[in-house]
């Protein structure tokens, strides 16, 4: 009889050992589970965070040297932003630029004009990403300070030749202006509605070249980029009205021009770093950056 409760005693015994340790178990599975899962969750979670903006590559932007200030503007405060990415620039005139992303060597064909139909129907697309003021400049010594569009038209077309026909000295007007292709160019005589009819003294391949001649050569005039303007020239007022950026905005300064990135396709069918690069400037910091190489903002 005791052999027999001793075996009934030892059998409940070891029936509640085994349900503890079923019990044990099963805790220490589902605690195991759970850290698990989230320590599965936090690297996946920090995989998509390190892979968001981690941009690599190259954007080519080739085209107008006028737009040279703000494209290296633009260029380094984006890489700055993205380390794993090259903006490389090129200035060789805004036709040459849009011919260059119609024939594949460029991501983006920079025009300081409107594009023409021929190029949009090879494929470019125009995008205004800011508004540029054209300026009329002359040397320091010249005694003219305004003009009548109808007075700039006729020096540039030839019919005016000396600053004494519009009460300056008796010097001879020396017409500088940039070379075939430009968009300023283009941008100008368009407005002037002078189409290959300028009679040029002087015709440069850059911006640059057309402020330091007009600088140094008496009775020169010229036209340049409004962000470009510095004391080396003078900056004449047009019908009364300084080139500044309000007086553009507001429309009473008639010579002004749209700054062109032009893409091959729409901005959506563009690589991830070219969108990117449009992103921001739509963007407050990109909208900064236009205001702050003396252009106008589109919006």
């Known amino acids: 009889m005791k052999r027999k409760m001793k075996q009934i005693l030892g059998m409940m015994l070891l029936g509640v050992f085994a349900a503890t340790m079923v019990t044990g178990c099963g805790t220490s599975t589902g605690e195991n589970s759970d850290t698990k899962t989230e320590q599965k969750t936090k690297t996946t979670d920090n995989n998509v965070t390190g892979d968001t903006g981690n941009l690599n590559g190259t954007i080519t932007m080739i085209g107008s040297t006028s737009m040279e200030k703000f494209a290296n503007a633009l260029g380094e405060a984006f890489m700055e932003k993205n380390p794993g990415v090259t903006v490389s620039p090129e200035f060789v005139g805004s036709s040459a630029g849009i011919e260059a992303l119609v024939g594949g060597t460029a991501d983006i064909g920079n025009a300081s004009r409107n594009l023409e139909d021929s190029e949009k129907e ?4 125009e995008n205004i990403v800011a508004i540029d003021g ?7 010594d010249n005694k003219v300070k ?30 500088v202006g940039r070379e075939a292709g430009s ?20 015709e440069l391949d850059s911006t640059g070249a057309v ?17 470009v303007l510095d004391d080396t020239v003078n900056a004449l007022t047009l019908e009364g009205v ?7 905005k507001s429309g009473d300064y008639f010579l002004s021009r749209p700054f062109v990135m ?7 069918e563009q690589n991830d770093l070219v969108k990117a690069l449009f992103d921001y400037l739509k963007s407050e910091e990109g909208k900064q950056l236009v205001e702050s190489v003396g252009l106008i903002t589109v919006d």
């Open 146 to 175: 305004d003009l009548k569009k109808d007075d700039l038209t006729k020096i540039y077309s030839g019919e005016i030749t000396n600053w004494k026909e519009l009460g300056g000295d008796d010097t001879p007007i020396v017409v």
């Open 262 to 268: 032009a893409t091959k396709g729409e901005i959506s």
């Open 242 to 248: 300084e080139p500044t950026a309000e007086n553009i």
């Open 211 to 227: 402020m330091a001649k007009v600088a140094a050569t008496k009775g020169a005039i010229g036209y340049v980029s409004l962000d």
């Open 134 to 140: 054209i300026a009329i400049v002359t040397d320091e």
């Open 122 to 125: 090879a494929g470019a697309v």
């Open 183 to 202: 968009g300023t160019r283009g941008a100008f005589e368009e407005i002037l509605g002078i189409e290959d009819k300028c009679k040029y003294a002087n």
